[in-house]
C-alpha cells in the first residue's frame, strides 16, 4: 500500500497523497516541522500537518503573492516578506529590478533551514545579496518599522500557532505605519469555502485602514478547496488602474498582465464576502 498522509482540512473533509520518503520530522520551537518527497507533488513542506508548499505546484502562490503588488506599486525599492521562510516569495521578487533590497522576516529559522536543503528550487535565492534574512518575530518587526517599506507580503500559515497575530486589524494598522506613503500590502487569506468567515474579517479590517482595498484568487490545487484568496491593501495605487507601460516580461508559469487584471473577478459568493 505505502504510505499516505491526508491533511484534514475540515471534520469531514481532507486531501490524501502518498508518500515516498521522509526527509525530516521535527518539533521546532514553533510548530511540527516535516519535510518529505510525494509521488505526485515532488518534495513537500507540512507544518503542523498542514502543506505549505510543493515543488510542483508552488509557483501559483508564490507568483501571486510576489507580481500583483510589485507591478501595482510603480517603483517598488524595498520590499518586506513576513513568513515566507521556503523563500518562494522572494524568488519571485527578485525578478523586479527596481528592488533594491528584500527583507524576510520568519520566526522559525527551522523552516529555512530545511528549505535550503530540500527545496532549493524554492529557497535558492536566499542568500542573494539584495537579501537580508531575519530570524525573528514578524509582528514586532512591524511594530518597529515606520515608513520603510514600498511593499509588505504576509505570506503566513493558517492562523494558528505563531501566525495567529498576523490576521488581526492591529497587525494590519502596523502595516500600514511600516509602509511609506504610497505603500502597498498584500496577505494570504485562506479560502472560501471554509474560511468566509476570516476573508470577510480580514477585507473589513483591512478596507478600514487601507483607501484601496482588493479581494483577488489563485488556483493552488494542494490548498484547502483549490481555490485560493488574497487581499490587498493600497494606500495610493489600485491593482485594476495599472498602466500598459508598467508591465514588462518575466520568466512566470501562472502570473500573466492578462492575469493581473482576471484575478480580481470574483466569482459571486466570493465578492459578496467583501460587502457589508
Do not use: C
Not at 131 to 142: Q, S
Not at 205 to 223: G, H, K, M, S
Amino acid at each position: 500500500m505505502g504510505l499516505w498522509f491526508t491533511e484534514k482540512q475540515t471534520e469531514n473533509f481532507g486531501i490524501t497523497m502518498k508518500i515516498d520518503r521522509t526527509y525530516h520530522t521535527e518539533q521546532t520551537d514553533f510548530q511540527k516541522l516535516d519535510m518529505v518527497e510525494t509521488a505526485e507533488w515532488g518534495n513537500m513542506l507540512l507544518l503542523d500537518d498542514m502543506v505549505m508548499t510543493t515543488e510542483k505546484d508552488e509557483f501559483v502562490y508564490h507568483e501571486m503573492v510576489a507580481h500583483v503588488p510589485l507591478f501595482t506599486h510603480p517603483n517598488p525599492k524595498h520590499v518586506l516578506v513576513v513568513g515566507g521562510g521556503d523563500g518562494g516569495v522572494i524568488r519571485e521578487v527578485l525578478k523586479h529590478k527596481s528592488v533594491e533590497k528584500a527583507v524576510l522576516v520568519d520566526i522559525d529559522g527551522k523552516v529555512i533551514e530545511y528549505s535550503k536543503k530540500y527545496l532549493p528550487s524554492i529557497a535558492g535565492k536566499l542568500d542573494d545579496p539584495r537579501v537580508e534574512v531575519r530570524v525573528a518575530d514578524g509582528f514586532m518587526h512591524i511594530a518597529e518599522s515606520e515608513k520603510a517599506y514600498d511593499v509588505i507580503m504576509v505570506d503566513s500559515t493558517e492562523p494558528v500557532g505563531p501566525a495567529v497575530n498576523l490576521f488581526t486589524k492591529g497587525f494590519y494598522a502596523g502595516i500600514s505605519n511600516a509602509l511609506k506613503d504610497d505603500g502597498i500590502l498584500v496577505a494570504q487569506t485562506d479560502n472560501p469555502w471554509f474560511k468566509a468567515d476570516l476573508i470577510q474579517q480580514v477585507f473589513h479590517d483591512v478596507a478600514e485602514i487601507f483607501p484601496v482595498t482588493r479581494l483577488y484568487t489563485a488556483n493552488i490545487p494542494t490548498y484547502p478547496s483549490g481555490l485560493w484568496t488574497f487581499t490587498l491593501g493600497s494606500k495610493i495605487h489600485d491593482p485594476l488602474k495599472v498602466k500598459e507601460d508598467r508591465f514588462f516580461e518575466l520568466d512566470t508559469k501562472y502570473y500573466t498582465k492578462s492575469l493581473h487584471f482576471a484575478s480580481f473577478a470574483l466569482p459571486k459568493f466570493v465578492e459578496d464576502l467583501t460587502k457589508k
